[in-house]
């Protein structure tokens, strides 16, 4: 068990902690349409995405390194880190792809770790351990696997856990190429789900193993190995997962909910054979759409404000649930009078790797 000390963020529904809870909570759809016109490719469709308001710098370094450096500031003014030793974990899928697959540009490592060096250079953190992790979806619920690692070892006293992700053609092309992209808006677990919507996101998490309102009572991941872009029916991986926690059940589930047909249908099957209906279900992906790597570091945050403020939040796309499924949602109508003390948080990745983190009530 770990305390998460503190954290940051800044999404398509603006910089700070706060204007993402209000962006979910009351509903909004952050799904805009996205110019191109500067883009080294062109494309053969009009894309909608949730991305970060404002302008945008030229290179993706600059891109994910001016939202990391927002998150961080938001996250370090809660805490006093000059005692600790501290590790950072920086966890992304695609990195700085946009800034390298275009051109001839050679680069000496992975499209992560010079993102990384340039966030701990800039929030002046001098680290005796760092990482990348990309895990597909479950890179930043893989980083905190690895951040209680490090703190159960000894090996530091604070981990730093930052997460960025930003759309790009790359991105797009693909996931256009897979048929995966809605044509209208996500809605997730709803008899009209036709696809996921993107969404650009970063956040900080500071974790510890000092004592905190809300702390990570387990992670576990697993690998099923299923195909390159997606999971076997089964759910089984999953199952593993969630198995694999061998904690008390949730009181609310913020799923991986994409709002395609598979990736719903295996959380349903596996939620109720798991839990039933006890737990309601809700998610993000409708609001701020799906930010890949760091969509787990965004929702372990909403995680901790659902307990803190003690309310949960609707699937605002979603008006009737897919009539085959069996668990309990939280529509666009429902009821959220839930006041969780556990929350579980599921991700599922491209090449069938699947993660769950519980987030609970801590002591203090």
């Known amino acids: 068990m770990i305390g998460i000390t503190s954290y940051g963020s800044s999404t398509s529904a603006g910089q700070g902690v706060e204007a993402l809870w209000k962006g979910v909570s009351t509903g909004q759809n952050f799904l805009k349409s996205f110019p191109t016109e500067s883009w080294p490719v062109a494309l ?122 930003e759309v790009g053609p790359f991105v797009l092309q693909g996931f256009h190429c897979l048929h995966a992209l809605t044509a209208s808006v996500a809605k997730p677990f709803s008899k009209e789900r036709d696809g996921l919507q993107l969404g650009e996101a970063a956040a900080v998490m500071i974790f510890s193993k000092r004592e905190s309102d809300v702390v990570v009572s387990g992670v576990a991941v697993d690998v099923e190995g299923h195909a390159v872009t997606r999971s076997a029916p089964s759910g089984n991986s999953l199952k593993r997962a969630i198995d694999a926690l061998n904690l008390d059940e949730p009181d609310l589930i913020l799923a991986h909910g994409t709002g395609t047909q598979l990736n719903d249908e295996i959380e349903d099957q596996i939620f109720f054979a798991e839990y039933g209906t006890r737990p309601a279900i809700t998610g993000s992906k409708w609001s701020i759409g799906h930010t890949l790597g760091a969509s787990g570091a965004v929702d372990v945050i909403l995680a901790c404000e659902t307990i803190r403020r003690q309310t949960a939040f609707r699937l605002g796309n979603t008006e009737a649930v897919d009539p085959k499924f069996r668990s309990r949602y939280l529509t666009r109508n429902s009821d959220v009078a839930v006041e969780p003390s556990r929350v579980l948080i599921s991700s599922l990745g491209f090449g069938g790797i699947h993660a769950v983190t519980m987030v609970e009530k801590g002591a203090s």
């Open 44 to 165: 053969n469709f009009a894309p909608k995405v949730c991305s970060w308001p404002g302008e945008r710098p030229s290179s993706a370094q600059d891109r994910l390194l001016f939202h990391l450096m927002v998150s961080w500031r938001e996250a370090k003014a809660r805490v006093d880190l000059s005692a600790d030793r501290v590790g950072v974990i920086l966890a992304s899928t695609k990195g700085l792809i946009e800034d390298y697959i275009w051109t001839s540009q050679s680069l000496a490592t992975d499209l992560m770790t010079p993102l990384l060096k340039a966030f701990c250079q800039h929030a002046e953190i001098d680290a005796v351990k760092m990482m990348v992790v990309s895990n597909a979806c479950t890179s930043s619920l893989s980083a905190i696997w690895l951040a209680e690692k490090w703190l159960e070892a000894g090996a530091v006293d604070s981990v730093v856990v930052a997460a960025a992700e």
